[in-house]
């Protein structure tokens, strides 16, 4: 092989790990404020009226107000990074992500200052939400303009993979914590050590992405200057991609992360129940993403996306009923989250690289963060808090299968928009 050629690869390869490690320090976080929403609630939400279902459901409205920002930040880093380029805007966004983070492990809670409490850990939520929607539009685009076209799912997949990855992560750690702590060490400081293990997260992933280059297709657009992405044609797009996405988005959070607190609340499981049933939503979810991304390169990202929705749409009541019944062993029910998490991982896999093939390189960055960050603003932040209330005012059980499976049935209906051959075209510019 030739120098260039190998440098080429070299290349390839720093961009993988530069844009998916800030991606796993953000999920590695939202997952471990989902899996520690009720220790959360007690710690932050809990006033002398306040019961637990209350503290639960203003945990999860703080949780979907980070959401709620990630459009935000979407906006602005994204006009940042079709203009100035993927690399420097990465870095600011990784630089505030995991300042925020940290911030949460050392905040005063109720006990110490009292109603001042929820107010500074929903601020600091804000900040995260602002990093987290430039996040993903920055590096979606870094992985996908340096992917070769024939790879473009796989490299996109790896996006996806290190969600799962940074989820695991923090149901690990947060089993491990629940496993060797106290119930009282747990509430009184375990619960912030998974926040304070994000700064020398954070500052690996700097070091890394100090190294990337800017993208070839970037750096194409900067020196031949193209006229303005016509704004009504990316609108129509970012609309279309949130329908794509809306099922991955609802399916994605529902069983992969409100999953916990439902089995905690609803079905009265253990917390250490709970967190088995999350590691295996998550693993299920992993082991599924890169072969649907490999796969979506091969025949197409629509056959695969769509039988992963479908598959949501038919699977959500009778894997909810299981979980639900008292008679199915827990091997079932272990089958049955694994299962759960593999057919969401068919939407994640191919996602990340359908969504770059829908813009154009001068407005990606803004296009795709922002069809992403809208779906999971809506459909995944609010997923706990829709749930959570929706149960507590019917005490119907079955509300986690209603919200995915009707979701997913309109991703269905948009996915079956794409082209065929969208994977075989090059990137537009």
Avoid: C
Avoid at 50 to 56: G, H, N, R
Avoid at 176 to 205: H, M, Q
Avoid at 244 to 264: C, D, N
Avoid at 408 to 413: G, P, T, Y
Wanted: charged share 15%; net charge positive; proline share 4%.
């Amino acid at each position: 092989m030739s120098s260039t050629g190998q440098l080429e690869i070299t290349r390839n390869r720093r961009s993988l790990v530069a844009g998916t490690v800030g991606n796993f320090v953000e999920w590695y976080e939202f997952g471990a404020y989902g899996f520690f929403a009720t220790v959360i609630a007690a710690n932050f939400f809990s006033g002398n009226s306040a019961s637990d279902a209350e503290s639960l459901i203003k945990t999860y409205a703080s949780f979907a107000l980070a959401f709620f920002f990630r459009p935000i930040g979407a906006a602005v880093f994204g006009r940042l990074g079709d203009r100035i380029g993927r690399r420097p805007t990465l870095i600011l966004v990784l630089l505030l992500m995991t300042g925020s983070t940290t911030l949460i492990g050392v905040l005063p809670t109720y006990a110490t200052v009292g109603a001042a409490a929820p107010w500074l850990l929903t601020a600091v939520r804000a900040l995260q939400g602002l990093s987290a929607g430039g996040e993903f539009g920055g590096a979606v685009s870094i992985m996908t303009e340096f992917a070769p076209k024939t790879k473009r799912g796989l490299y996109g997949a790896w996006q996806s993979f290190t969600v799962a990855l940074g989820l695991l992560a923090g149901a690990g750690l947060a089993a491990i914590l629940a496993t060797t702590l106290s119930k009282e060490a747990l509430n009184d400081w375990g619960w912030r050590v998974p926040f304070l293990a994000a700064l020398p997260l954070g500052l690996v992933a700097l070091w890394l992405r100090l190294r990337l280059s800017e993208t070839p297709n970037f750096d194409r657009v900067k020196e031949s200057p193209q006229p303005p992405a016509d704004k009504a044609e990316v609108a129509k797009a970012i609309a279309l991609g949130i329908g794509r996405l809306m099922g991955w988005s609802a399916a994605g959070y529902t069983f992969l992360v409100v999953m916990p607190s439902y089995l905690q609340a609803t079905l009265h499981a253990t917390f250490q129940q709970a967190l088995v049933a999350t590691v295996l939503a998550n693993l299920g979810f992993a082991v599924s993403i890169m072969p649907a991304g490999w796969l979506s390169d091969r025949i197409g990202r629509r056959p695969v996306m769509v039988t992963g929705a479908a598959l949501v749409v038919v699977l959500a009541f009778p894997l909810m009923n299981l979980l639900q019944d008292k008679g199915s062993s827990n091997a079932a029910k272990g089958a049955a989250v694994f299962v759960a998490g593999l057919v969401v991982g068919l939407m994640a896999g191919p996602g990340p690289a359908m969504l770059a093939e829908m813009f154009p390189t001068r407005a990606r960055y803004t296009g795709l963060g922002l069809a992403y960050s809208l779906s999971n603003a809506v459909f995944s932040g609010s997923a706990g808090l829709i749930i959570t209330e929706l149960i507590k005012r019917t005490g119907n059980v079955d509300i986690p299968a209603y919200y995915v499976a009707v979701t997913s049935a309109i991703s269905v209906l948009a996915l079956l928009t794409l082209r065929g051959d969208d994977h075989r075209r090059e990137l537009k510019d």
